[in-house]
């Protein structure tokens, strides 16, 4: 069945459920370019004493509130995992290269 083919008032739904996902899909952009800029910051504050790029037991808190979070919402706490786990590798990819520019690339965990 072609897009043409389809009943308008189906038609209609689907343009209204779109435009909604469109709006959810703009807000988390908006977030997320909120959270980097505030991961930045603390990709500098790191940098500038010498702290190390990533904090394992904050990733832990983190992720144990999320997945609780996510529970209440009735969203697949699995997802949200991977979501902020995806999110924070990115992070702490930032936090490396701010590292290395500021001249003190430092081990990921800060283990030795
Ligand atoms: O809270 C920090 O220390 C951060 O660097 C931020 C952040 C995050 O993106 O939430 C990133 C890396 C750390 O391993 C933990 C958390």
């Not at 459920?17 to 908006?30: F, K, P, T, W, Y």
């Not at 991961?39 to 904090?55: E, F, I, N, S």
């Not at 706490?77 to 701010?98: G, Q, W």
């Amino acid at each position: 069945m072609s897009t043409s083919e389809i009943d308008a008032s189906v038609q209609a739904e689907l343009n209204r459920l779109r435009e909604s996902i469109d709006n959810i899909d703009a807000a988390v952009v908006h977030m997320l370019a909120e959270r980097f800029k505030a991961t930045q910051q603390v990709g500098r504050l790191k940098a500038d004493h010498q702290l190390p790029p990533a904090d394992p037991a904050r990733e832990t808190r983190q992720i144990t509130r999320l997945r609780q979070l996510a529970q209440s919402a009735n969203l697949d706490p699995a997802f949200a995992e991977k979501l902020l786990t995806f999110i924070i590798a990115e992070v702490i990819r930032h936090h490396e290269r701010i590292a290395e520019e500021a001249g003190n690339g430092t081990a990921t965990t800060g283990q030795v």
